[in-house]
């Protein structure tokens, strides 16, 4: 061990130096914290702006964020959000953290009482260039999969801003089991805020039937979309000059009329250049081997949504729910159109696979067969928004750019 690498030792187990280099003890005698699923969730605008959240296994006295910025340390509350489900208590904690400055690079911990945290690494956003990290289905019998293309993906974009999960994070929405091996598969949570998309998998309890998605809702404090009946499964936020609009394609009673509506008005007061849709289920419908009677088309999502894109100009659609790469290209009124929006069907980042499409007319690129798991990145600049899909082992299979001129 080197003297540096000594020092820094000591740093982090709380035994401080004096000026002449001899050990003393640490004069506020902090213990450890440990708290569990420590992680950034998106807020709506990412560059002024973070959401901590964080379990325990038992309840925090009174928890709070300290944010540290050169010599600056400010302290945030953080409240109590536990929560019961699959007969058990979820001891959690959420912070607000606004008016950061753009483009800075914090850290933050928790502390409790006299207890606290190390440090963890806090980025805000700035400019119009900024690269996504994009994961399909992650839902899983061995979460291992899930961790091994999530961290494959990680470390070879250590640049990535923020991550989405289009759906089907897992797959049995109740199981906190499964919740927790997710959690563990993406360690970098912790550093980069996470986008969720609510997928069916994160409807069903452990009967395997539709119920309030208690978890998932109380698990990702996303930005409000001042919906009562529906706060938390849909909202949008943005990045540079890209508006995000994240949908909900869950049969819940009113669900669709009251989005559409809110799509509309949501899109109508962005002013930003670039609009970007994420949804669960596919927009269109495959027919299936062994099922003649199934015919090629547009789903019921499609059906929905496709004409409200064709006309609030949504650049990019990225879908999910079928476990396969699909680059289906430019679609606008149900046709091939350069006007319409890219229509991608992101593929598989988990271990449930079904490989019974038969190929749509509209695709234009498909992964290689048999399938196996994928995960894509979104590079956004002034000009253009570029998406490319991965393997695990970082063999780009297929790109794609969205360009519009400048307004
Ligand atoms: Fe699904």
Redesign the pocket.
Known sequence: MTRREFLMAMLGSGLLLTACGTEREPVDNFSKLEVKNLRQIITADPSTSRTIMFQADEPLSDPIIELQLDDTIRSIKAVDCSFDDDEHTHHQYSARIDNLKAGAAYKYRVVDGSARTDWHALKTADGNSFKALIFP?S?CADYGVWASVAMAAYEKNPDAEFFINV??IVDNGEDRTQWQAWFDGAPFIDRIPFVPVM???ETYNRQWEVREPVAYLKLFDVPSNNIAAFERYYYSFDRGDVHWIVLNTEPFAGLIDEQKSWLRADVEASDRKWRVVLL??DVLQYRIIGRPERQEGISESGQDFMPLFDELGIDLVLS????TYRNRGRIFNFERSEHGALYILTGLAGDVRYPIWIDHELDEYVAPQPETDNYLTLEASDDELVVKCYLPDGREIDRAVVTKPSE
């Open positions: 289905d839902q759906g089907d997928g069916n998998h669960h289920r999910a729910h079928l476990h």
